[in-house]
């Protein structure tokens, strides 16, 4: 029996090789139509530089309603408009300039050689969430300061997100979200909704351990106890700590302990203008669809199916940021190739395995 070549199937893709779909796909030199089966199409993204098409509020919130009304029992399963917005957030988009310069100013201006304090990063659960710590990298390295600064978390924001990491979807769970979303009948025994959402803040943990100076301050759960953590792990250094959060009341407790403290605002109105007003270069596309299938599950690019979980999914593949590919049709013969050439790159030690 001959091998079907227009089904290429591949479990371990990861953020960069994701480009490659995308590119594949503009080649076509069609625009990128993006679907989320309960919903339809989320998206549309033309041609590079283009500005790219987001479903309204009104249409996504009727579509959702439609869906819960059907099957009632599912409706924490589903995410909700703001929580599909995420994917832009966890993308980098839009820019959040006023946290980037906070950060900038001290960290240019930081000789550790002539007497400076040595500066670390510090981060709330609520922007690990949102991948804060890549998009700041992406700042850090263009400026040329990524080696220069330390990052660190306390543990009681581990804990957090740890405890968020483990509800799974049972057989029951799997039949009743399957019943009108057929894909999902891959997700047994795998992470639901709140569960992938705390996933993304565990990776970038997992991604600054890997790649940067890094440190855990120890710490209990609850945001005053995390606030001393940080308090305690500055003095202890005679260090400088610049702290994220998401969350204005952690904010104010830091700022009130003395802590060099910046709010990052993820509002939705906002990132509705930047979209609207600016194109979405392709490397940022590919990085909020991936975000994006993380937080649904599993969505559609045309001919590709993306899962960010599916059964049998291991540990292995959380860590290394996989999700798994199913590409029909003319694109399978090319994605395999110029995938197999990322493979041997790794292998060789030329790229990274993230």
Known sequence: MKKDKTLWRNPNCNIRELQLVTNLLYEKKTPIEWFFPPIGKVATFALRNH???????????????????????????????????????CAGLPPQTKAENFLKSPAQSRNTFHGGKPLWVGYDTSVLRRSFHSNIIDFL????????????????????????????????????LAADFP????????????????RIGMAEIKNMKENYVFHEAPSEKDDLEIIKGYEKF?????????????????????????????????????????????PIPLDLVSRIIYYGTMVFGMTQLGGVELYSIWQGKKVEDWNRGHIKVKIKGNLAKPFRKAHGVLEDMKKSGFLPNR
């Open 51 to 89: 500005k790219a098409k987001i479903i309204p509020r009104n249409e996504y919130d009727a579509k959702l309603r439609d869906f819960i009304s059907k099957n009632p029992g599912c409706r924490s399963d589903i995410p909700t408009y703001y929580q599909f917005m995420e994917a832009f957030f």
């Open 141 to 176: 390295k263009l400026h040329k300061l990524d080696n220069s600064i330390g990052h660190v978390v306390a543990g009681g924001v581990t804990e957090e997100l740890m405890q968020g990491m483990d509800y799974k979807y049972k057989f029951q769970k799997v039949a009743e």
């Open 183 to 198: 894909q999902a009948s891959n997700f047994l025994n795998q992470p639901s909704l709140s569960a992938r959402l705390h």
């Open 234 to 278: 500055e003095g202890d250094r005679n260090a400088e700590i610049v702290l994220f959060s998401s969350d204005k009341n952690f904010v104010e407790m830091a700022v009130q302990k003395s802590l060099k403290t910046q709010y990052v605002e993820y509002n939705v109105r906002k990132l509705q203008n930047h979209l609207k007003n600016n």
